[in-house]
């Protein structure tokens, strides 16, 4: 018998996806699923990108945190490529058909941050949204949407709002680029 120390031996799952911010942001249904089947979640990532799940509802690990033994069994899922693939479908929908899931919900991501206001990066947005506008994929633009509008709402609403992108697109006013 082991000690009380040792964790129930549970299935691994590798989600590898090594992209932007808000491709790795969108892995947390894919996440969430095989959390919700019993399996021990890791997410391969970019360093920069683990911190977006130090305080999730669920441990999702980083692959060092795994017995590499253990990873040597594990199950990877790539992610990489898989909305590219199929630029004019819902990217949702795209990275569960890459895991293989037909029965999970496609639903926006949800992420749980916490703010120490006594730490100095935390001071600067206690609530945000970002906004990622741009024009580089066809299929993907959204038309006729008043983006000062939306971000005039949030700035009413106490927000900080953050506009990300690459490709071409107008920092609606009152965003920070």
């Known amino acids: 018998r082991h000690g009380y120390f040792h964790e129930p031996y549970k299935e691994i799952v590798v989600i590898k996806r090594t992209a932007s911010l808000g491709d790795v942001v969108q892995t947390e249904g894919i996440l969430h699923y095989f959390h919700q089947k019993g399996y021990r979640v890791v997410l391969d990532t970019l360093p920069q990108f683990y911190n977006l799940f130090l305080f999730h509802y669920f441990k999702v690990y980083r692959p060092d945190e795994i017995d590499p033994r253990l990873m040597q069994k594990a199950r990877v899922i790539s992610l990489d490529m898989a909305y590219e693939s199929q630029p004019e479908q819902l990217h949702l929908l795209s990275y569960f058909e890459m895991a293989g899931i037909q029965d999970g919900e496609i639903r926006n991501p949800k992420l749980t941050l916490q703010f120490n206001p006594k730490v100095p990066e935390y001071k600067l947005f206690k609530k945000y949204c970002v906004l990622h506008i741009d024009q580089r994929q066809a299929g993907r633009s959204i038309f006729g ?28 006013k009152g965003a920070v680029e």
């Open 145 to 172: 949407v008043n983006w000062d509008k939306v971000v005039a709402y949030l700035l009413e609403e106490g927000y900080t709002v953050i506009q990300i992108g690459q490709g071409k697109h107008e920092v609606p």
